[in-house]
């Protein structure tokens, strides 16, 4: 994986969120099924940068070691994988407006959990399941629906206050 960088204007605040993430011992690393570009069967490999969001997160990306930068995968594969979270990265065309609203990602998270087989997946079993605006590939601003702990109300976060809504996240 290449170095990583901290792009122009990117918050001073929240350097020492990701430095705090490095430190985490891969053995400790939640794995996580980063499904990319609006599909659940492309994921991202070790030289993406889905797989940077996953790592800088605090996350083992299960796909890291796959063969190519933007793998398609089997929904057989997630399967055996038994990820213990699952991020997906919504696609423009998949909204009606700038941003999606908490209804449509409600909808592609319940579209996703009832996924043929998911039922068994660890993530999908303690609700760990999140979407995101796809935009949050070029900055923080963007949006993520998911519960913030197990047990509470899913919740949109404006990455506008990245300092604070981080922390709701840093488990992941």
Do not use: C
């Not at 990319?36 to 796909?63: C, E, L, Q």
């Not at 990602?105 to 959990?113: G, H, L």
């Not at 963007?142 to 488990?171: H, R």
């Amino acid at each position: 994986m290449k170095p990583w960088k901290w792009p122009t204007g990117f918050p001073d605040t929240m350097i020492p969120f990701f430095d705090r993430t490095e430190t985490i011992p891969d053995e400790d690393r939640p794995e996580v099924y980063f499904m990319s570009m609006g599909h659940f069967d492309w994921t991202a490999n070790r030289d993406s940068t889905g797989n940077i969001r996953v790592v800088k997160a605090g996350g083992r990306n299960i796909a890291a070691d796959l063969p190519t930068k933007v793998p398609h995968v089997d929904m057989e594969w997630v399967i055996e994988q038994n990820p213990e979270i699952i991020v997906y990265s919504m696609s423009q065309e998949q909204y009606n407006a700038t941003t999606p609203t908490i209804e449509e990602m409600e909808a592609k998270r319940d579209e996703i959990m009832s996924l043929p087989g998911f039922e068994d997946i660890d993530a999908v079993k303690t609700g760990r399941v999140y979407i995101t605006d796809i935009k949050m590939a070029s900055g923080l601003k963007g949006t993520v629906y998911g519960p913030n702990q197990p047990g509470a109300k899913p919740s949109t976060i404006p990455y506008e206050d990245s300092e604070v809504k981080l922390t709701e996240y840093s488990t992941i």
